[in-house]
């Protein structure tokens, strides 16, 4: 195993001086500090983790906590993960994901024993039982999804209410007068995700102004259940012309309802869906949607973790709220309506 005395012979530099340049704990010269990274790199040096900790009082160690509900779709999930350990592993961080069911015990845990240097928070809902520990935990902490009380933390989300008054606009530009929306499921919103009544309510609104007839439903996260939902919303209001979808499970499942039925879009049904790009080529969705951003949500999020985490006078500094505004991306599934 390479040790640091193997870097410091490399670099022809003392072990004190080779730990220093790797530190950062004292001043060292640009070159002397090259020779040390080149002798790191040719031998595949890994600083020992339980020292780093020792002599930096840091463990270059995010905590992600997560959960794969039952009641939402687990692809989406994943996106968001991937969005947050991506980006900590390109600033030099590992991932420790937590998905332990009683997320504020697991919160406390890892907080308590200074196990990670910071915490991003996913599955955020309203009345959140973790965040009063995250603000008392001595790390910092980042939220992918808004809270009701956004106090004493960083928050970032999709501009949700945005979007759902941008799908109505754009179906009502295009001259569609009665909609059909599909939302995650109830217990999304029983268990606090506002998410889907941000979307929905704004989306209620809009239709009010514009004078468009929208029929607000939630759907099921799981075949085959939210496709015989949807064939059944198709059978209800056969005068609907265009369908907007806040759930993946929907968007995933509708090309093999449309096909069962004969429909194509936009000729016979306008459709936008809220997802990521990614989603769509993974699942090759041809519908028009609302860019959902899980790794740019993730890559803000871990940013500004890794900000405070390294830098006493950032760890001070406001909090902040940002909403990546909605971009809606056209695949040439709406038109006017038939």
């Known amino acids: 195993m390479v040790t640091i005395g193997d870097v410091a ?68 999930m994943l996106q968001y993960m991937q969005g947050v350990s991506d980006t900590a592993r390109e600033l030099g961080y590992d991932i420790l994901l937590v998905t332990e069911a009683d997320g504020a015990r697991a919160l406390r845990r890892i907080s308590d024993s200074r196990m990670v240097d910071g915490v991003v928070l996913l599955n955020v809902a309203q009345d959140d039982v973790r965040l009063p520990i995250l603000r008392a935990a001595p790390q910092p902490g980042a939220l992918v999804g808004l809270p009701g009380d956004c106090s004493g933390l960083d928050v970032f989300d999709l501009d949700f209410e945005e979007a759902g008054r941008m799908m109505v606009e754009h179906m009502y530009r295009l001259g569609h007068r009665e909609l059909i929306l599909v939302s995650q499921p109830e217990h999304v919103v029983e268990r606090g995700g506002a998410y889907v009544w941000r979307l929905q309510d704004a989306a209620l609104e809009q239709a009010r102004l514009r004078g468009i007839r929208l029929h607000a439903v939630f759907g099921e996260s799981r075949q085959p259940a939210i496709g015989q939902t949807l064939h059944n919303l198709l059978d209800t209001h056969p005068s609907a012309t265009g369908l907007l979808l806040n759930n993946e499970a929907a968007a995933a499942a509708l090309p093999t309802v449309m096909h069962a039925r004969g429909l194509a879009a936009p000729a016979d049904l306008s459709v936008i869906g809220r997802y990521s790009d990614e989603f769509a080529r993974i699942f090759s969705l041809p519908f028009s949607s609302i860019e959902s951003a899980p790794d740019r949500l993730g890559r803000m999020a871990v940013r500004q973790l890794v900000r405070r985490i390294e830098s006493p006078e950032h760890r001070t500094e406001p909090h902040v709220v940002r909403y990546v505004s909605p971009e809606l991306i056209d695949r040439g599934s709406t038109g006017e309506p038939r």
């Open 9 to 76: 012979r490399a670099a022809g530099v003392s072990r004190s001086t080779a730990s220093y340049a790797l530190s950062g704990k004292r001043t060292i010269s640009p070159e002397v500090r090259q020779r040390v990274n080149d002798a790191v790199r040719q031998l595949g040096y890994t600083p020992n983790a339980g020292a780093r900790a020792l002599a930096t009082s840091q463990t270059m160690v995010i905590g992600l906590l997560a959960q794969f509900l039952e009641d939402e779709f687990a692809p989406a």
